[in-house]
């Protein structure tokens, strides 16, 4: 059952999205209701598979291959969390977009590539192998590659084209540390690479590719440029699926698998540390509301590096509570950054203002949001950021967490002016708030946010577990 649970979460997105044009020509209710419907299923399924993560049982499915090559799905703390964070966050994005991409051509594309992404990213999640876990991670690729050009202009396909240069060099990048894996112990087989020790220059070549996904500096800039997407086409590029893909493989190989040179503790902070303040700058100067979020995004993936990457097990946890934080706050900015911009035709914040008076709703819910990224007590980002910051203190790198200390300042400062440019002040344009489900999403996403901080304790459980820490 437990392993028909597991094929049910990566299959039925995948397959079903290639059915998503046949009943988008028929019907296009029912091709979105079927978009929501495959990607709820790997919700659902993965929500089933809990009982089994606290049981401390993984599910397998293995097919032995000679030479290393077996291939296979396993369910355990990791893949499930990271399951459930991103179909969560994806099926409220899929609602949400029933209401905004409505009146845009490529609607039948744009739900086939929705409901292909988290296909992807559930194989991604569930994958005992690195050439499956690197297959995915390229159709991942090629689906925010057709999402960040939806509208087709010349700016848009510019900015896809960059983003997929990107990633995908970077993932190529690390596939020769993978090739490099097999090389030095004859598999490809995650399980069976349990307890190895990476050599350092293998782990620099696989960073290069997480450092892509992740949109870490140096290679940041795709990530601001992807805003000239959709809103949920940038709320599940941010928040719930591409940049957490980088993430996901840096907790699987090189905290819970594998082991790295104690190096690293050092450089990867340091390279957070870097990206954190570039970008954190940059979100204080930007007059684009997309580009301040995304540059926000730059910033807190920074903080979530810095936890998992510090060696520390509060660290580790912070982290990983911060992926799922992040992710539901982050992709709340987004989609109320979309009302804002789909009422007033515009994305200049020094065109708005004043617009809690005619949309109370999205304001309030933008601010619950930008709360948690802000990590004000008691919603759930206080928590993961108190934990990442404590971690790489407990780890002796006090400059380094001063230096995140003075990222969380500028995430209060920079999100500050967001709400008060757009929210607060004078009204400059009359605007209106969005359908009866865009609405619901924001709203669910805020509410999320804030009971996470409350219910902090069964995160934290979660969390713990994916760390191994008891």
């Known amino acids: 059952m437990n392993e028909l649970l597991m094929l049910a979460c990566v299959g039925i997105p995948l397959a079903g999205a290639f059915f998503i044009p046949m009943f988008g020509k028929v019907n296009t209710k029912l091709r979105n209701a079927l978009t929501f419907l495959f990607v709820f299923i790997a919700f659902i399924c993965s929500v089933l598979l809990l009982p089994n993560v606290f049981s401390g049982t993984a599910v397998f499915i293995h097919a032995y291959i000679p030479l290393g090559l077996s291939f296979g799905f396993r369910a355990d703390a990791l893949s499930v969390f990271m399951a459930i964070t991103s179909s969560l966050v994806s099926a409220i994005i899929v609602i949400y977009s029933f209401g905004y991409i409505k009146k845009y051509d490529n609607q039948n594309e744009y739900y086939l590539m929705i409901s292909l992404f988290i296909g992807a990213m559930m194989g991604l999640v569930y994958s005992t192998n690195l050439i499956m876990l690197y297959l ?16 087709r202009d010349k700016t848009s396909i510019k900015r896809a084209n960059k983003a997929f240069i990107v990633t995908v060099l970077g993932a190529f990048v690390m596939l020769i540390g993978f090739i490099g894996i097999y ?109 301040v979020i995304a540059y926000s995004t730059i910033s807190q993936i920074a903080f979530i590096l810095l936890g998992l990457s510090c060696g520390i097990e509060i660290g580790i946890t912070g982290g990983l509570l911060y992926i799922l934080a992040h992710s539901i706050a982050k992709g709340g900015l987004f989609l109320c950054a979309g009302i804002v911009e789909h009422a007033l035709h515009t994305k200049d914040m020094n065109q708005m203002g004043g617009l809690i008076k005619t949309m109370p709703i999205t304001a309030i819910s933008c601010l619950f949001c930008a709360l948690s990224v802000m990590g004000i007590p008691p919603f759930g980002g206080f928590f993961a950021k108190f934990f990442v910051i404590n971690g790489i203190i407990s780890s002796g790198q006090i400059v380094l967490g001063i230096i995140f200390i003075i990222g969380a300042v500028m995430t209060v400062l920079y999100l500050a002016r967001m709400f008060s440019m757009v929210f607060l002040g ?10 009866k489900g865009m609405l619901a999403s924001v709203v669910t996403l805020a509410v999320l946010s804030l009971a996470m901080g409350i219910l902090i304790n069964y995160p934290t459980e979660l969390a713990r577990l994916v760390g191994g820490i008891q």
Request: proline residues 4%; contains cysteine; hydrophobic residues 55%.
């Open 136 to 151: 995915f991670w390229e159709i991942t690729s090629f689906c925010s590659w057709r999402l960040i050009g939806f509208y």
């Open 183 to 291: 090389a030095e112990t004859g598999t490809f087989d995650i399980v069976a690479l349990k307890g190895y020790t990476l050599p350092s220059w293998i782990v620099g070549l696989i960073l290069v590719g997480i450092l892509s996904k992740s949109a870490t500096f140096p290679l940041h800039s795709w990530l601001p440029d992807a805003g000239v997407a959709p809103s949920p086409v940038t709320s599940l590029l941010h928040a719930a699926v591409l940049v957490k893909i980088g993430l996901f493989v840096y907790v699987r190989l090189f905290v819970v698998e594998m082991n790295i040179d104690a190096m690293f503790t050092q450089i990867v902070p340091t390279i957070a540390a870097i990206s954190a303040l570039i970008s954190a700058g940059a979100a204080l100067k930007a007059t684009d509301i997309k580009r």
């Open 426 to 435: 004078e009204v400059k344009n009359s605007a209106h708030e969005g359908t």
